[in-house]
C-alpha cells in the first residue's frame, strides 16, 4: 500500500462562508484561488503549487464537528512563534501548546488554536529529540523566546525554567 507525503487538502463544512474565508485569509495568509459562489470555496496557500489545501463548504448544521484538527507543518520554530504572536495579536482562541514526540522525526513545537467555528488547527515545527530513548510529549510555554521554545521542545529545559 502507497504511503501519503502529507495532507493534500481538508474539506470542512462551515456555517458562516463569509467569516471562515476571511479567518483563513487573513490569519493563515490562504489565497481564495476558486468559488463555487454560495457553495465551496477552494483556498491555497501556495497557487503555483496547489489549488487547495483548504476547501470550505456550506452545509454543515449545528455545533458538531468532523475533524480533530488540521495540521500545517512551518519550517522552524521561529515561524510557530510567529503565528502563536500573530494569534494573540488578533484575539484568536489559543487552544493548547505542546511537543509532540515523533519516533521518526524527532519532536514538534506546536500551536493549537481554533477558527471562529470551533475547529481546532495546529502550527507546528520539528526539533531534535535531547534523548531519542526517552522520547515524550512536553507542555510548552510558548511566551518564551525562540532558544527557550526549542529547548523546552527538546527535553534540555523544564517549562517554565529559563535558559
Not at 133 to 143: G, I, T
Amino acid at each position: 500500500m502507497p504511503k501519503v507525503k502529507g495532507l493534500s487538502h481538508v474539506v470542512l463544512y462551515v456555517n458562516d462562508m463569509d467569516k471562515m474565508v476571511a479567518f483563513y485569509r487573513d490569519v493563515l495568509g490562504l489565497t481564495v484561488y476558486h468559488e463555487n459562489p454560495g457553495r465551496m470555496v477552494f483556498m491555497t496557500a501556495d497557487p503555483e503549487v496547489e489549488d487547495h489545501e483548504l476547501a470550505l463548504a456550506k452545509g454543515r448544521e449545528g455545533d458538531a464537528k468532523i475533524l480533530a484538527h488540521i495540521a500545517w507543518h512551518v519550517p522552524a520554530v521561529e515561524d510557530v512563534k510567529a503565528f502563536y504572536e500573530g494569534f494573540k495579536a488578533k484575539g484568536v482562541p489559543i487552544d493548547h501548546t505542546v511537543s509532540h514526540a515523533y519516533v521518526a522525526m524527532g519532536n514538534t513545537v506546536s500551536c493549537y488554536f481554533l477558527d471562529p467555528e470551533g475547529n481546532r488547527l495546529e502550527v507546528f515545527a520539528l526539533v531534535k529529540d535531547a534523548d531519542p530513548e526517552h522520547r515524550h510529549n512536553r507542555q510548552l510555554d510558548l511566551d518564551q523566546s525562540v532558544e527557550e521554545i526549542a529547548a523546552q521542545a527538546s527535553g534540555l529545559t523544564p517549562v517554565g525554567a529559563h535558559a
